[in-house]
């Protein structure tokens, strides 16, 4: 078993920044991806970014390229986004993932832990 807890969300206004943490507990040897997804009111949860645990391969959704970072730090066993360059149309819950297969993926069903999730809102 594996457990998430996200925090670090919250109100920010258009152009302002944002970092979601993400702590892992458990059996953390065994996840290979850690991911971001994000799901707003009446859409469908979409990929956010995600990073293998060794940390070498990171992955963007196109929406978010350039603005966010996703990051993990071993020893804490936490893995972060940095978010910049808010718009209104980021404003969503926010999740984070653990995938334990070894493979790639930005398929929110192939992911086989998550955490509870936490608010984003961007003002315009």
């Known amino acids: 078993q594996v457990q998430l807890v996200e925090s670090g969300g919250g109100l920010v206004q258009a152009g302002g920044s944002l970092r979601l943490s993400c702590a892992a507990s458990?059996?953390?040897?065994?996840?290979?991806?850690m991911g971001w997804f994000r799901q707003a009111p009446g859409k469908e949860r979409e990929f956010v970014a995600a990073?293998?645990?060794?940390?070498?391969?990171?992955y963007y959704a196109r929406s978010v390229n350039g603005r966010f970072t996703i990051s993990r730090d071993n020893a804490k066993n936490t893995v972060s986004l940095q978010m910049n360059s808010l718009k209104p149309e980021d404003t969503a819950v926010y999740y984070c993932?653990?995938?334990?297969?070894?493979?790639?993926?930005?398929?929110?069903?192939?992911?086989?832990?998550w955490g509870q999730g936490t608010q984003v809102t961007v003002s315009s």
């Open positions: 993932a653990a995938d334990l297969k070894m493979a790639v993926s930005t398929d929110a069903n192939e992911y086989d832990y």
């Open positions: 990073i293998d645990w060794s940390g070498r391969s990171t």
């Open positions: 458990g059996r953390t040897f065994s996840i290979f991806l």
